[in-house]
């Protein structure tokens, strides 16, 4: 079930989702072989592990360049980011709660919202992410993905038929009410609010695959039928994009890497160790997107903000 090139090793995780990669040193510049090698395995598996690779933000920065340009960290960044690395997003109780507010952290998660692909609000919202683990728990803080070209695939032909034309509003916020918020969260929210039409269908540039463009957290409503179709549309894509045999659930250790394409998987922030008090902090930072396309070829269109582009 492995594949070496020069050393290489992909090893599948799951059926649909998620392979672990070997014989790399993520610190240092690659060969070209290693990067197509990881391209190709993205392009299949969706996601892309890596263990033991111990990175400072200026190494995982200097990685991420390799694939595309890397983005600022988040277009609500504000103050949260390290010193000196503003590409840097650290996923942490305190930095959520620094960068948003108690408020966000109480009605969502303090780790981070339900499933999602990374600020699908955007107009062009980033093509890849890469997550890389500092302090992780002795047990428990998994992180899921699910493959939505697989989950795509797995709907029966009249619904492909149904989805394939529909677009949808994804807007930062609108499913906990952050616009009601008097912290930090709501202030952004309102006075620079982010909001896109998208493809309920989206067409992946670079394979062809139609995915799934739709998620919990972001998707306020499908535009052009009733709210009560809207509800009941997206409330059988979430269920299909949460069938188990489309997902993976990866095991952070120390010094892992996880490196996901954010146009094909979506991925769900763990909750299962916040009633313990572990300590758990992670950094990402997400590369350049295009702005998604639908199956009749019409690309999105931008309801309110700038495209996010290189840092």
Do not use: C
Not at 88 to 104: F, L, N
Not at 228 to 253: A, G, H, N, V
């Amino acid at each position: 079930m492995s594949a070496v090139l020069n050393r290489i090793e992909v090893l599948p995780q799951s059926g649909w989702t998620g392979a672990e990669i070997s014989g790399v040193d993520l610190r240092h510049p690659l060969p070209a072989e290693h990067i197509e090698a990881i391209r190709q395995a993205l392009h299949k598996w969706k996601v892309v592990y890596f263990r033991d690779q111990f990175l400072t933000h200026a190494q995982q920065i200097a990685f991420g360049k390799q694939f595309g340009d890397v983005t600022p960290g988040h277009p609500y960044e504000g103050d949260a980011a390290p010193k000196g690395h503003p590409e840097i997003h650290t996923v942490s109780p305190q930095a959520y709660t620094q960068r948003y507010g108690k408020s966000y952290t109480r009605k969502l998660s303090a780790n981070g919202p339900a499933w999602h692909a990374d600020v699908t609000p955007l107009i062009n919202p980033p093509a890849y992410s890469i997550l890389r683990a500092e302090v992780v728990p002795a047990y428990s803080g998994d992180t899921q993905f699910t493959n939505v070209a697989a989950a795509y695939q797995g709907l029966s032909e009249p619904i492909r038929r149904l989805i394939d034309g529909l677009r949808a509003e994804h807007r930062f916020g609108a499913n906990y009410n952050a616009e009601r918020s008097d912290e930090r969260i709501g202030e952004w929210v309102r006075n620079r609010p982010l909001a896109s039409i998208h493809p309920v269908v989206r067409v992946h540039p670079e394979t062809g695959e139609r995915v799934i463009y739709v998620n919990p957290s972001f998707t306020k409503h499908i535009v052009g039928v009733s709210p009560r179709e809207s509800r009941y549309l997206l409330d059988l894509l979430f269920d299909q994009i949460q069938q188990p045999e489309y997902t993976d659930r990866f095991r952070w250790k120390p010094g892992s890497v996880a490196f996901w394409d954010n146009r094909a998987v979506l991925h769900l922030a763990p909750r299962d160790f916040e009633h313990l008090n572990f300590e758990r902090v992670l950094h990402r930072i997400t590369l350049v997107g295009d702005v998604p396309v639908g199956v009749d070829g019409k690309p999105s269109e931008s309801i309110s903000g700038d495209p996010f582009l290189a840092a």
